[in-house]
């Protein structure tokens, strides 16, 4: 991939961990105040977002910066799961599984920022699992 | 005297020939090149990275106490705020570069910036398209220098526009999708500080123990949010505007053999049309 196109992924990426963010959000505004979301989930699922809008903050720096280099191969493998994970966050029904998700997400990010290729195929499995 | 009255009609029906020629298919090329350089000219980080890290730097951290997210987060520590207004100097930079190209093709279009008197000069002394002006007939015109001038002109301009378009396409419209992509990067990060910002106020409206608190957070949030969108707007504004101009010039680059054709007059006009709206709705 050229610069440029490392950059549009980079941007790519961020979109997605904002949409996750989005989904998180959107899930605690519609439970807030009620049963459904306890005190202790609320707390997780807030300081998930925050990680995760951490995370799309990074990506969208690190297209500004077109810091991505040789990262082609574990790049490929998160690009033909986006769209499973955003299926699966979009059907959060629970709070655990919301919670399951997020932190497979958190993962994930944590993985690609340090191209750990291996890191990323662990955090994938874990989010399908949790969504399952 | 009767002579001198032919040869002046003959030489205004030379010129209008030529006018048409030369200068009509510049006209959309001008307009075109003058919007983009205006709009692109136009952009203001009101809003910018120094806004936003400063706002993220107290909206995103937790707690001053709470270490992990502080380290997590350090990327919008404010201790960077200053390196973020180089950043918008950055990016203002790269939008006055691709503004000047557009300048530069809207002068050789014919926006009238370029110093036309050596041509003026030799008009009023030489001989053009078969018709002599001698130094006596030159007073009589006198008027008709300058329009002489813009037609010669128009000739080495449209052939300079074709040169200069062809050898910098490709660095042009990279540059573009760079802009693009630095103006959503910024739009996102701000949507980003905005979600962050509700879940937080939603957090602490939920905690907060009195109809006064649970009021002035909803307030706040209110006037908070309100700066967000406006910010969140322009940008969103402002990248259908590069995107346009950047369509325009890519129709531009397609067509430059053809500046005569009827459809791509129609066509780059609608683009500088389009452009003008784009630029006055990331003014309102």
Known sequence: MTPLENAQ???????????????????????IGTPGLSRPDLDILSDDQTRIISYAN??????????????????????????????????????????????????????????????????LGSILAAAA | MKARQSAESILLALLELLCLCYCVPLK?????????????????????YFNYSRDSTYIILKDPGDTVLVRELRNVDCTKCSS?????????????????????????????????????KA????????????????????????????????????????KIVKEHEMAVQEAFDLLILHIDNMQSKIDLVKKEYKTR???????????????????????????FDEAVLYYKNLKKTVQKIKDGDKVLYNSINKLNDESFRKQIMGFAADIIYLNSSTKN
């Open chain 2, 28 to 48: 959309e090329v001008v307009t075109f090149t003058s919007n983009s350089n205006n709009a692109l000219l136009a952009v203001n980080f009101s809003y910018g």
């Open chain 2, 201 to 227: 106020l939603e957090n602490w409206i939920d905690l907060s123990k009195t109809y006064r608190e649970k009021w002035l957070l909803i307030d706040r949030y209110k006037q908070k949010s309100k700066e």
């Open chain 1, 9 to 31: 992924f980079a941007n790519q990426l961020g979109h997605f961990y904002q949409s996750v963010a989005a989904q998180i959000g959107n899930y605690i505004h519609e439970n």
């Open chain 1, 58 to 123: 990074t990506f969208f720096s690190l297209s500004d910066k077109i810091a991505f280099a040789d990262s082609d191969v574990s790049f490929g493998k998160i690009t033909a799961a986006q769209e499973e994970i955003k299926n699966a966050v979009t059907h959060i029904d629970n709070s655990n599984k919301a919670i399951g998700i997020a932190g497979g997400v958190i993962s994930l990010a944590a993985a690609v920022v340090t191209c750990n290729a291996s890191g990323i195929a662990t955090s």
């Open chain 2, 84 to 120: 973020a207004a180089k950043l918008d100097t950055l990016i203002k930079k790269e939008f006055t570069i691709v503004a000047g190209y557009y300048g530069g093709l809207a002068k050789l279009s014919g926006s009238g910036l370029i110093n036309f008197s050596p041509i003026g």
């Open chain 2, 123 to 162: 008009v009023s002394a030489g001989t053009y398209v078969g018709v002599t002006i001698s130094k006596d007939e030159a007073s009589y015109f006198g008027d008709l220098t300058t329009v002489v001038s813009d037609l010669f002109t128009a000739g080495y301009r449209s052939k300079e526009i074709k």
